[in-house]
C-alpha cells in the first residue's frame, strides 16, 4: 500500500478549541483532494462544511473529551450532528462510570447513541490510557453487546494515545463486526502503516496528509 492509498483509512481531523473557520476550510480541501475517509471537526462546524463541501464526508465527536456529559446531552449531541449534515459520530464513554464498575450502564448509553445514529457509523471513544487491562475488555463487551460500529483507542486530548499493544487487546475481545480505530500520537507515516497493518479500519490524524503530500 503507497502513502497516499493509506489516506483512505484516516479521519482527516483537526479538534483544536481554536480552530478558526480557514483551518476547517484547509482541512476540508485537503481531505477532498487526497480522498482521506472523512474530516473529523468539531460539531459547530458541521452545517457550515456540509454546505460548503457537499460531498465529503463528515465525522464529529459527541460528549468530548472528558465523557461525562449525562446520556441525554449525548443523545440531542448525536442527534442534531447527523441532522447538519455528520455521517459518523466519535462519542465518549462517560469514563467516570467505568472507573466505578458500571459497565452495563455504559452499553446501555451506547446503545442510546446508537438507536439516535441509526443507519449513520458510531464510534466508541473509551480513552484506553484511563483504563485498567479489565476495563478495556469489558469495554470491548459493551461496544459488541450495545451495536456500535467502531471501538477507538483515544480522544487525542488524554495522557495517552493509541498503541500496538491495545489494538491487539482489542481484537480479541470484540465482536466480529465492531472495528477499530486508533487515534491519538499518530504523528508519522511509518505509525499510519503500523496501526493498518495491526488491523485498523481507521486512524484518526492531523498531519497525514501533509507528510504523505511532501513525500511526492
Given amino acids: 500500500m503507497t502513502d497516499l492509498e493509506m489516506l483512505s483509512y484516516v479521519d482527516h481531523t483537526q479538534l483544536k478549541a481554536f480552530a ?8 476540508c480541501s485537503e481531505a477532498v483532494e487526497y480522498k482521506t475517509a472523512t474530516v473529523c471537526i468539531p460539531p459547530c462546524y458541521i452545517s457550515r462544511v456540509h454546505k460548503e463541501f457537499p460531498t465529503l464526508a463528515i465525522c464529529t465527536v459527541v460528549g468530548f473529551p472528558l ?18 449534515g455528520a455521517l459518523e459520530v466519535d462519542m465518549v464513554v462517560n469514563i467516570s462510570d467505568v472507573k ?12 442510546e447513541l446508537k438507536k439516535a445514529a441509526g443507519d449513520k457509523v ?8 484511563y483504563l485498567t487491562e479489565e476495563e478495556k475488555i ?12 467502531y ?6 486530548f488524554g495522557t495517552g494515545g ?15 463486526e465492531v472495528k ?14 503500523a496501526f493498518i497493518e495491526a488491523g485498523c479500519h481507521r486512524v484518526g490524524a492531523s498531519a497525514a496528509v501533509k507528510l504523505a503530500a511532501q513525500k511526492q
Fill in 151 to 156: 471501538i477507538k483507542t483515544s480522544t487525542g
Fill in 138 to 149: 469489558a469495554m470491548c463487551k459493551a461496544v459488541t453487546a450495545a451495536g456500535a460500529d
Fill in 180 to 193: 477499530i480505530k486508533a487515534a491519538g500520537g499518530v504523528r508519522t507515516l511509518e505509525d499510519l502503516r
Fill in 67 to 84: 465523557g461525562y456529559s449525562v446520556t441525554e446531552s449525548k443523545v440531542l449531541e448525536t442527534k442534531k450532528a447527523i441532522e447538519d
Fill in 20 to 27: 478558526t473557520w480557514e483551518d476547517i476550510k484547509e482541512l
Fill in 122 to 129: 458510531l464510534k466508541v471513544i473509551i480513552e484506553a490510557c
Fill in 162 to 176: 493509541a498503541t500496538l499493544e491495545d489494538i491487539e487487546l482489542f481484537k480479541k475481545h470484540i465482536g466480529p
Fill in 100 to 111: 466505578n464498575g458500571e459497565y452495563k450502564k455504559v452499553e446501555e448509553e451506547i446503545a
